[in-house]
């Protein structure tokens, strides 16, 4: 049994000797040269002012959420509009318009749900 994994683990075991040799020579042969800006955060050429934690509220978050959501959706919808054509070709044509149309208006009693609880409101 092992025979048939053997040359899987001699790949493997190349491939990790490869990568540690190669962290070993350039930490070996590379330069060294310390610098006080070279540790610091680089963001638009300006220095970074207070801390990278900002609390945001959870309405940030459901708005987001809620545009991926229907962003996603909408990638749906492109991709009934592109074989639209050939579905009808196949006799389906209905069968698929029908279930679109109740997909669509699904979609609009979720987003019209969110708007009455007020999830895309981005202050409260």
């Known amino acids: 049994m092992l025979q048939h994994y053997l040359p899987i683990l001699v790949l493997l075991g190349l491939v990790l000797g490869f990568a540690v040799v190669n ?6 042969l590379g330069g060294h040269r310390r610098a ?3 540790a610091e955060a680089y963001e638009c050429g300006m220095k970074p002012v207070g801390t990278a934690r900002i609390r945001l509220s959870i309405h940030f978050y ?3 959420v809620l545009f ?4 996603v959706e909408s990638i749906f919808l492109i991709l009934w509009a592109v074989g639209a054509k050939s579905f009808t070709q ?3 044509g209905l069968f698929v318009f029908t279930e679109i149309v109740l ?12 708007w009455r609880k007020g999830g895309l409101d981005w202050d409260r």
């Open 90 to 92: 196949a006799g389906v």
């Open 36 to 38: 006080r800006g070279k």
């Open 103 to 114: 997909f669509v208006g699904l979609l609009v009693l979720a987003l019209a749900y969110a």
């Open 62 to 64: 459901l708005v987001a």
């Open 68 to 71: 991926i959501l229907f962003d």
């Open 23 to 28: 962290i070993i020579i350039s930490d070996l």
